[in-house]
Nanobody
């Protein structure tokens, strides 16, 4: 099994910054992609940013130019640097990892426990 541990959420004023981290551990043969999703109260979960191992990166239009996703492949860790935060960014942020646990096994999705990000004055 694979475990994801998230950290870095909190309360910040509009215009401020936060950096989220997500570390994967356990049975990991290879990772195809690591990314971040978020879900606000009463709304559906949406993709924020994702970075694949083959080099493809995708951002939601609402965060382009403000958020940056990065990976430390040696540590199986993904980060989300969030700048110029807005109240609309308030949500629970979930880490997602698409991982192959053993050779010839199929890819599986794993989710972190979620970390609350609140942007408010």
């Amino acid at each position: 099994q694979v475990q994801l541990v998230e950290s870095g959420g909190g309360l910040v004023q509009p215009g401020g910054s936060l950096r989220l981290s997500c570390a994967a551990s356990g049975s990991i043969f290879s990772i195809a992609a690591m990314g971040w999703y978020r879900q606000a109260p009463g709304k559906q979960r949406e993709l924020v940013a994702i970075k694949s191992t083959n080099g493809v990166t995708n951002y939601a239009d609402s965060v382009k130019g403000r958020f940056t996703i990065s990976r430390d492949n040696a540590k199986n860790t993904v980060y989300l640097q969030m700048n110029s935060l807005k109240p609309e960014d308030t949500a629970v942020y979930y880490c997602n990892v698409r991982v192959q646990e053993r050779r010839i096994f199929p890819l599986e999705n794993y989710w972190g426990q979620g970390t609350q990000v609140t942007v408010s004055s």
